[in-house]
C-alpha cells in the first residue's frame, strides 16, 4: 500500500446522508438521490486511493432502512445489484479489496451470492480496503459477536469481542465523515469509532467532492489525539496513535 503523510488518516469511515434531500431539492425522485450517491462513493474511492488511504468504510444500508417505503428499498437493492455488476471490475483493477459487512443470511440468495462474488473477486486487492456496511447496524455486530462468543463458550474479552466483529479485519477508522447536515451516529460503528475523529459537512452526499474530503482530512490533521492521556504525554508519545493506543 502506498504510504501517506501521518495527518492523512489510514481508515475514513463515512455516513452517506442526504441523498433524498438532494433529489427533493431537484424535484426528482428520491432514487435518483440514492442513484447520484452511488457516483459520489465511486468518486470517493478514487480520491481516497490518491491520498494513500488504507480503509474507507461506508454506510449504505442499515438494519432500520428495510422500514423505508417498498419503492425505494427495492430501488436501492436494484442500485447495488447494478453498481456491483458495473463497478467491481474497474475497482478491481484500481487494487481495491471490497467487504461487504453486515447480517448477510436474511439476504436473498441471488443478492448474497453477488456480495460474496464481488468479495471473491477483489480478495488479494491491497491498495485500498472498502467495506460496504450493509443490512448493518453498530448493535446487530456488538451481539452477533457476544453471540458467537458464547456458542463457542469463550471468555468475553474487548480483544475477543473486537476480533468477533465484522470490522476486525481493519484497523478503528481514525476519522468519521457524516455529511448532510446532521450530528447524531444513527447506530454506525457504535464499537469501532471510540476513538474516531468526527467531521460533520453539510453538504449532501452527492454534493461531497474531493474538496470536501480534502477539508476533512485537513481538519483531521490539526486535531490533536489524546486516547485519554494529556496533552504533554501525547507530545512525548511522538503522537502516534499506536503509542498512545499501548
Ligand atoms: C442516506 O440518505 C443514504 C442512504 C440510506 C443510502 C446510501 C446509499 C448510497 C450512497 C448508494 C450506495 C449504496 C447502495 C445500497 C447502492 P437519505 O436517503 O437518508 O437522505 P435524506 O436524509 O436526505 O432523506
Redesign the pocket.
Known amino acids: 500500500m502506498p504510504s501517506a503523510p501521518p495527518s492523512v488518516p489510514l481508515h475514513i469511515a463515512i ?10 431539492q431537484r424535484f426528482l425522485p ?1 432514487l435518483a ?3 447520484q ?2 457516483e ?2 465511486r468518486r470517493c474511492v478514487r480520491a481516497c486511493v490518491a491520498r494513500g488511504v488504507q480503509v474507507l468504510t ?5 438494519s432500520e ?1 428495510w422500514s ?1 417505503p417498498q419503492e ?1 428499498v427495492s430501488g ?2 436494484g ?2 445489484a ?2 456491483l455488476a458495473r463497478e467491481v471490475p474497474e475497482l478491481s483493477r484500481d487494487g481495491v479489496c471490497v467487504r461487504f459487512v453486515g447480517e448477510k443470511s436474511s439476504l436473498s440468495d441471488g443478492m448474497r451470492k453477488g456480495l460474496e462474488q464481488a468479495e471473491r473477486l477483489t480478495v488479494g486487492n491491497t491498495r485500498l480496503v472498502l467495506n ?1 456496511c ?1 443490512n448493518y447496524g453498530g448493535r446487530w455486530d456488538i451481539t452477533q459477536a457476544a453471540a458467537q462468543l458464547a456458542a463457542r463458550g469463550e471468555v468475553i474479552t474487548e480483544a475477543s469481542l473486537h476480533a468477533a466483529m465484522g470490522l476486525a479485519h481493519v484497523p478503528d477508522p481514525d476519522l468519521v465523515i457524516r455529511t ?1 447536515g ?1 450530528m447524531r451516529i444513527s447506530n454506525f460503528l457504535l464499537w469501532q469509532a471510540a476513538y474516531s475523529e468526527f467531521f460533520f459537512s453539510e453538504r ?3 454534493d461531497f467532492d474531493e474538496a470536501a474530503l480534502d477539508e476533512a482530512i485537513a481538519c483531521y490533521g490539526a486535531r490533536e489525539r489524546r486516547f485519554g492521556r494529556t496533552s504533554e504525554q501525547v507530545r512525548q508519545a511522538g503522537a502516534q496513535p499506536e503509542a498512545l493506543r499501548a
Open positions: 455516513v452517506m446522508d442526504g441523498n433524498g434531500r438532494w433529489a427533493r428520491r438521490g440514492h442513484a450517491g452511488v459520489s462513493l461506508v454506510f449504505a444500508f442499515s432502512n423505508r425505494e436501492l437493492m442500485l447495488l447494478k453498481a460496504v450493509f448532510g446532521e449532501f452526499w452527492p
